[in-house]
């Protein structure tokens, strides 16, 4: 069983940065696609930012600009750095990996709030 589990939540003023760190109990490896989503209260959930095992990127245009997407094999680790934050980005973070046969592995999901 995958165990996938975010981490690096917290609450920020607005202008500020977090990194969120999504580890993996396999090796990264593993998966050809790697995804961030967030959800926030009485919303659905949305896709914020993927990374391909080739290392393509891609991005809600909500975010592009302030949000980086990266992987880190070594640690089994995909990180989204997270800048320039706004209280419209407050929502709980999930973490979204699959695999080369197409099985998706979620994580439980860090809060981000963005207050002052």
């Known amino acids: 069983q995958v165990q996938v589990e975010e981490s690096g939540g917290g609450l920020v003023q607005p202008g500020g940065s977090l990194r969120l760190s999504c580890a993996a109990s396999?090796?990264?490896?593993?998966?050809?696609?790697m995804y961030w989503y967030r959800q926030a209260p009485g919303k659905q959930r949305d896709l914020v930012a993927s990374?391909?095992?080739?290392?393509?990127?891609n991005y809600a245009d909500s975010v592009k600009g302030r949000f980086t997407i990266s992987r880190d094999n070594t640690k089994n680790t995909v990180l989204l750095q997270m800048n320039s934050l706004k209280p419209e980005d407050t929502a709980v973070y999930y973490c979204?990996?699959?695999?080369?046969?197409?099985?998706?592995?979620w994580g439980r999901g860090t809060q981000v709030t963005v207050s002052s």
């Open positions: 979204k990996l699959m695999n080369y046969v197409g099985t998706n592995y």
């Open positions: 396999v090796r990264m490896s593993s998966f050809t696609y």
């Open positions: 990374i391909t095992s080739g290392g393509r990127t």
